[in-house]
């Protein structure tokens, strides 16, 4: 046996014993395709407003009864910026660190672009007046994500009790 026949069946093995994506991993699940998500808004001066909002990706909703409107322009499955060059990334397609991009308008003209996170508490820029909480992601090809962190719950148990 010369080297380069030891070497191909040293391939072979290894590839058997830790498996190859085609063989061992079967197909690769579709990318997530957003139905919908349940927002919650939140005001930084106005810190009693609330909203929830449940809307698809690019049609535009009001917030509560201002002249303030937002649009969900952007779904990011896995969340990550890129600190050298500051772009958002998505590190995988599963929805492991779910993100949505949104642009906030008031009387129909843009007025900032703020970020809601899965994972997160809402997130207020320097200038932001409103931020964002996704607590629900519909999907058309996979089961829904129901946030269960501490607030998430709470503004779910705020609205029972207001419905009764």
């Known amino acids: 046996m010369n080297r380069r026949t030891a070497w191909s069946g040293a391939v072979i093995v290894a590839a058997l014993i830790v498996g190859t994506p085609a063989l061992s991993a079967g197909p690769t699940p579709a990318a997530p395709k957003v139905k919908t998500v349940t927002l919650h808004v939140f005001h930084r001066i106005f810190r009693n407003f609330q909203d929830r909002i449940v809307t698809p990706l690019g049609q535009e909703f009001r917030i509560g009864d201002s002249d303030y409107t937002g649009r969900v322009v952007e ?3 896995d969340f990550a910026m890129d600190l050298k060059t500051r772009k958002v ?8 660190n779910p993100a949505f991009r949104i642009i906030v308008l008031r ?11 899965f994972n997160l508490p809402p997130h207020f820029a320097p200038k932001s007046e409103i931020g964002f909480v996704a607590t629900e992601i519909a999907f058309t090809n996979r089961p829904a994500l129901v946030n269960r962190d501490s ?14």
């Open 75 to 77: 779904f990011v499955p």
């Open 89 to 96: 990334v998505s590190r995988s397609r599963e929805p492991k």
């Open 107 to 117: 009387n129909g003209e843009p007025r900032d672009t703020v970020w809601a996170f």
């Open 151 to 164: 607030l998430a719950v709470k503004m779910r148990r705020m609205e029972k009790e207001e419905a009764q």
